[in-house]
């Protein structure tokens, strides 16, 4: 008997044999060995992290994403994507870290949500019912690839097929690879042989985007039609390659991508943050596109059975219990969103509090909210929380004097915008936070106190190794990094404890290029606000913020970070004397 099969666009066949199904032709997947992978992983210490850029461009790699934190932009490894070439360590960044994860039963598992059960979830809506009579219903999947769309085309022709449908399937991946965007369109039922396997214009049913900016390009969306394409799409913002190794690169608003989604498509389409949603609920965020094939099928764009579905998923066989999980919470997140939002809630609940805080921590927490209070801003607004961040952890960086010159000047600022600009504070956050940063410069003090940090520990929850390249050693000629265990921490801590030697003519590490640009930067930066304190005015405020964030192209280490100063003070230089020309119209005026 033949094996039934499931025609593609490629002439790839998907076999059902033996209960298992099978991937033949150009598609098909190369496993290595569970004993041939690397065991260790590489994460990215953030606080230690400057968001430069530099690791993205060395590996080209689009798992080195950036990542929006309190402390400006960082980088970040996605682990569900990485493809374990570990080349983003040819990047000199002290950041790095490897681990190996704890053997089952140590460290702290990371918390899921409990198992759902089908049974549990009522009937999805009914189909549209003039959707059969236009023909075989297609799906267009917009993704890119390295993130399980080919895979998610496959387990929904299976699913068609278990079901007794026909089916035709389409992956147009061209010279995508990890990242690149790819199409897949799948037509179920219909009986004329003949049909194309590509979604024809106008033609789309359901429009499944599980990359937004892949799902907004308008030649992918041409296939949808709003009078009758139900759009399904995947809020989640995915960085480019672009954005990935230009630090002035951000993504677009999320706004206008949606509208252009909402315009093409019917007026009752699903918007969701499919991947923050799977890595809360799941563990990883790998689980987005079922997750969004649940919340699909849920609201009647998708015309097969649910067992089918999970019958496929089974067949598929690559961590099949968390897929139908993901599956059933998208179906859930259309059936019952007060259960999720619920469950989503319990995992974000914070964990019950530990064994109380060293009398030593309590008592810079005091100082640091005797600092704060200095800066008389309101309670509970931008500025009282960015001043009481950084006025604590300047402390810890240095002492309760050093976070007092930072306190004092923010205080300046804030009282001479109050009065030169009324109800306007951004002047003062701005300086708030860029002379933080250009005070709290990552020395080799700063890198052993944040390397220390709990929080990484509980994070990685395994064996750490650091990955660094000391500029020392870099000066003696050594052009790798080296990799120094656990044993390490103890030295960490000494370092730390020197770090009162700081920008002294004892600091053994102070003498360097790059330790005195960070210093003359400080000097620069505080003679900066000073003049535009001087020549402020609601006319040039906008301007002052300007000039008051340009630190955040400060970024990087060693080489890295003296090419962006050097960027920085042309940009600065050019920006001062606009700034002069407009005080001196003002000036003139008054």
Not at 82 to 103: A, K, Q
Not at 463 to 479: Q, T, V
Not at 502 to 507: Q, Y
Not at 572 to 590: D, K
Request: net charge positive; with cysteine; charged share 25%.
């Amino acid at each position: 008997m033949t094996a039934p099969h499931i025609q593609s666009g490629l002439d790839d066949r998907y076999l059902l044999e033996d209960g298992l199904v099978h991937l033949t032709g150009i598609h098909a997947l190369v496993r290595l060995p569970l004993d041939q992978r690397r065991a260790d992983r590489v994460m990215i210490n953030e606080r230690v992290c400057e968001g430069c850029g530099d690791c993205g461009r060395k590996s080209n790699c689009l798992s080195v994403q950036p990542v929006p934190t309190e402390f400006g932009r960082k980088t970040q490894i996605d682990q569900s994507s990485c493809n374990l070439d570990f080349s983003c360590l040819e990047s000199d960044r002290p950041s790095f870290l490897t681990v190996i994860p704890g053997r089952p039963g140590r460290g702290a598992a990371r918390r899921v949500a409990p198992p759902l059960d089908a049974a549990a979830i009522p009937a999805p809506a009914a189909p549209d019912p003039a959707a059969a009579a236009r023909g075989p219903h297609v799906t267009r999947i917009a993704d890119v690839g390295g993130t399980g769309v080919v895979t998610l085309s496959q387990i929904l022709s299976t699913a068609a097929m278990l079901a007794g449908r026909q089916v035709r399937a389409l992956d147009q991946t061209g010279l995508a690879q990890k990242g690149g965007a790819v199409i897949s369109d799948v037509k179920i039922g219909g009986t004329d042989p003949d049909v194309a396997s590509k979604a024809a214009a106008g033609e789309c049913d359901l429009y499944l985007g599980c990359d937004l900016l892949v799902a907004a390009d308008a030649r992918n969306l041409a296939a949808a039609d709003p009078a009758w394409t139900v759009a399904v799409v995947s809020t989640s913002e995915v960085p480019t390659g672009t954005m990935i190794v230009d630090t002035s690169a951000s993504f677009p608003p999320s706004a206008e991508i949606t509208g252009r989604i909402r315009r093409r498509t019917r007026g009752d389409g699903i918007f969701l943050d499919a991947r923050r949603l799977a890595g809360t609920l799941l563990g990883e965020d790998q689980f987005a596109n079922i997750l969004l094939t649940g919340v699909a099928f849920q609201a009647g764009a998708l015309p097969l059975p649910a067992d089918a579905i999970e019958q496929a998923v089974r067949l598929n066989g690559v961590k099949v219990d968390a897929n139908l999980q993901a599956f059933r919470r998208g179906r859930q997140a259309v059936a019952d969103p007060e259960a999720l939002a619920a469950a989503v809630a319990d995992l974000w609940a914070p964990a019950a509090a530990g064994r109380p805080r060293a009398a030593q921590a309590q008592g810079a927490e005091g100082q640091a909210q005797t600092l704060a209070s200095a800066v008389a801003a309101p309670a509970g607004s931008v500025l009282a929380r960015i001043v009481a961040l950084r006025a604590a952890d300047l402390i810890a960086y240095q002492d309760a004097l050093y976070a007092r010159r930072y306190v004092d000047l923010v205080e300046r600022v804030r009282a001479v915008e109050a009065e030169r600009v009324p109800a306007a504070s951004e002047l003062a956050e701005a300086v708030a936070r860029y002379l933080y940063k250009l005070m709290a410069y990552k020395d080799e003090y700063e890198v052993a106190r944040l390397s220390l940090d709990p929080a990484v520990d509980a994070r990685a929850r395994s064996r750490i190794s650091y990955r660094l390249h000391p500029p020392l050693l870099r000066a003696l000629g050594a052009r790798k990094k080296i990799t120094l265990g656990p044993w390490f921490a103890p030295v960490f801590g000494v370092l730390v404890r020197m770090r009162r030697l700081r920008g002294t003519r004892l600091d053994p590490f102070g003498h360097t290029t790059v330790r005195r640009a960070e210093r003359q930067l400080i000097a620069e930066y505080t003679r900066l606000i000073g003049d535009l304190l001087a020549g402020l005015s609601a006319g040039n405020h906008a301007l002052a913020v300007e000039l008051a964030s340009l630190p955040d192209e400060v970024r990087g280490y060693e080489q890295v970070k003296l090419d962006n100063v050097a960027r920085y003070r042309e940009r600065l230089t050019a920006l001062r004397a606009e700034f002069a020309g407009q005080a001196s119209v003002t000036a003139r005026e008054s």
